[in-house]
């Protein structure tokens, strides 16, 4: 079992940065790719970022490539999700999620793991 918490969401104005983070229960350098998803009220969880184990690889939804940065370490057992120049359009509950396996997906029904969520409100 793996347990994730989020960290880092919060209140700011279009233009702004945030910083996410996804702290793990356990050793996620091995065998755990992850990713990051969001949910905006009456729509569907979409995918956001993912990154394989080693850190190497990453992919990008297109709405965020360019302003979105995932990251990972894993001597702290925590992923990052850097997000600057925030739109409106970005307001969701972001959640990280966790997969078994070197390589990272895209859709969330290969993730095993999800974390409780982090609210993100951008204001314009």
């Known amino acids: 079992q793996v347990q994730l918490v989020e960290s880092g969401g919060g209140l700011v104005q279009a233009g702004a940065s945030l910083r996410l983070s996804c702290a793990a229960s356990?050793?996620?350098?091995?065998?755990?790719?992850m990713g990051w998803f969001r949910q905006a009220p009456g729509k569907e969880r979409e995918f956001v970022a993912a990154?394989?184990?080693?850190?190497?690889?990453?992919s990008y939804a297109d709405s965020v490539k360019g302003r979105f940065t995932i990251s990972r370490d894993n001597a702290k057992n925590t992923v990052y999700l850097q997000m600057n120049s925030l739109k409106p359009e970005d307001t969701a509950v972001y959640f990280c999620?966790?997969?078994?396996?070197?390589?990272?997906?895209?859709?969330?029904?290969?993730?095993?793991?999800w974390g409780q969520g982090t609210q993100v409100t951008v204001s314009s």
């Open positions: 990154i394989s184990w080693s850190g190497f690889s990453t």
């Open positions: 356990r050793r996620t350098s091995s065998n755990y790719a």
């Open positions: 999620a966790a997969r078994g396996g070197y390589r990272y997906a895209i859709d969330a029904d290969e993730y095993h793991y």
